[in-house]
């Protein structure tokens, strides 16, 4: 964490997972091993009508990703994230039980992208990247003013994808359309699983 300029930066360091389903549903699981306020699950959810609800472990959690992105409901739940071995050499599997919401994320093996150490390298190198290979925007400023770099090193393809909301089968993974608005870039159109260090400047 620094200062400079009246703006404090932070960063986190963790995977970001999403991934739309047939019934219309799409999520953005953030499972972070470190943030300015401690290791934490979030979800970000999206229903067909486009209502988006963020679930949040803890007030602070939710304070925390409220100050960069936008909903039109936040609710503390219990949640419980776990990243594991999958079942076949190099796989990643993200369990994920938040309130109503139960998910089961396997990604296949990564794909190691370059680092991209600095902001400057970010903004000016990987940010042209990041749009041709994955259709993402890599910095921006959220709806907030928060100005955030996506610093991602490694780009996995969900291959299966499982969920419930109130014991309700979600279907089929599918591409996460329409846009969620979450925030200033959209995640990757097919589903995923992105290990990333956000570096964040908050007003």
Not at 114 to 143: C, D, E, I, K
Not at 148 to 165: F, K
């Amino acid at each position: 964490m620094g200062t400079g300029g009246g703006r404090r930066t932070v960063e986190l360091r963790g995977s970001i997972t999403s991934t739309g389903f047939t019934s219309g549903h799409r999520f953005v699981v953030g499972h972070w091993r470190s943030s300015p306020v401690g290791p934490f699950t979030d979800v970000m959810w999206a229903d067909p009508g486009g209502h988006r609800r963020l679930l949040a472990p803890t007030a602070e959690a939710r304070d925390f990703v409220v100050g960069v992105y936008r909903f039109d409901e936040e609710e503390v739940v219990d949640v419980t994230g776990a990243l594991v071995a999958g079942p076949q050499l190099g796989q990643r599997l993200l369990w994920v039980q938040a309130g109503p919401v139960r998910l089961r994320l396997l990604a296949g093996r990564p794909v190691p992208l370059p680092p991209a150490p600095s902001p400057w390298l970010t903004r000016r190198l990987y940010a042209p990247f990041a749009r041709r290979l994955l259709g993402v925007r890599t910095h921006g400023v959220s709806p907030t003013g928060v100005e955030e770099w996506y610093r991602a090193s490694s780009y996995r393809r969900l291959v299966e994808a499982r969920g419930t909301v109130a014991g309700t089968d979600l279907g089929a993974p599918a591409p996460i359309e329409p846009p969620t608005r979450f925030g200033f870039s959209e995640p990757p159109r097919s589903p995923s699983m992105v290990v990333t260090r956000p570096l964040l400047r908050c007003p």
